[in-house]
């Protein structure tokens, strides 16, 4: 039996909650109108480009058979494992490690260590790194099960073809925003490790204030990084975990409207 794939409205995504939980992010309201917020987005190019989406000029050509249109189009069980499996692949690259055959490059965790002297940019940078490569990762990767998806789509008649069309329209668009937005999740996460990091320097501090004799200045004063650490390391994962959750959720409408018509096998 699969489990559902849960999905996300607007201003209430996982990752959005996980900011917010955390005090990263301020709560917001949702948006009134959501037709005229997207509006403030695009430029001039981008409004006439999606404009020609959704406005198509009537077909000249001949359109294909339908029985050849459809005769490579996958069944909705065996679409929504494939979706299953890549989520699967992804988590489990985040969490331990990416599985074996998955084709997916293992990025490991940086050791639980830190190295004396303690310097915010140059402790963070392993996990910027972790964080920017398991980005990456999922954006190569849901890129091409998107892609995927609209090929699907794209086989059967009518107003899935369409979505599939705006699928890609609305990708071109609003990739960038979504990459800067994404970013500034990143720039949390430093911010954060930069906080915890110096209330431990501070304890390294007044541990070193508390040594008072001359035996006790022989032995190391450094107080090891310790839970504060393997916490931090723990809310790196949960956010990438979210960051998932939300890049997923186009492709998982295009599963549902594939889905809608094109019922899953009983």
């Known amino acids: 039996m699969t489990r559902a794939l849960p999905r996300a409205h607007i201003n209430s995504s996982r990752l959005t909650h996980f900011l917010t939980e955390n005090a990263m992010l301020d709560a917001v309201q949702p948006p009134q109108n959501v037709g005229q917020q997207l509006g403030d987005w695009l ?41 299953e499996k890549v989520r699967a692949q992804l988590e489990q690259s985040i969490q331990q490690g990416a599985p074996t055959g998955s084709g997916l490059a293992r990025i490991d965790m940086p050791p639980p260590t830190l190295d004396e002297p303690l310097e915010v940019k140059t402790a963070y940078e392993p996990y910027r790194r972790f964080h ?60 954060r490790f930069a906080q915890a990091l110096k209330q431990h320097i501070k304890q390294q501090a007044e541990a070193r204030a508390m040594v008072t004799t001359e035996a006790d200045h022989t032995v190391s004063t450094a107080v090891p990084p310790g839970s504060w650490l393997m916490a931090f390391r723990q809310t790196l994962r949960t956010a990438l975990l979210a960051e998932l959750d939300t890049r997923l959720q186009p492709a998982l409408g295009l599963l549902e409207a594939f889905e809608s018509q094109n019922p899953q096998e009983q």
């Open 132 to 191: 920017a490569a398991h980005q990456r990762q999922m954006e190569t990767s849901l890129q091409s099960l998107r892609s995927q998806l609209r090929g699907q789509l794209g086989k059967c008649p009518g107003p899935l073809q369409q979505l599939a069309t705006l699928d890609a329209a609305f990708e071109n668009i609003l990739g960038e925003r979504e990459t800067m937005l994404l970013g500034k999740v990143a720039k949390l996460l430093e911010k």
């Open 43 to 83: 430029n001039f190019r981008q409004a006439i480009a999606l404009h020609g989406v959704l406005h198509p000029e009537p077909s000249q050509g001949h359109d294909t058979p339908a029985h050849l249109r459809r005769a490579a189009v996958m069944s909705a069980d065996a679409l929504r494992r494939h979706v």
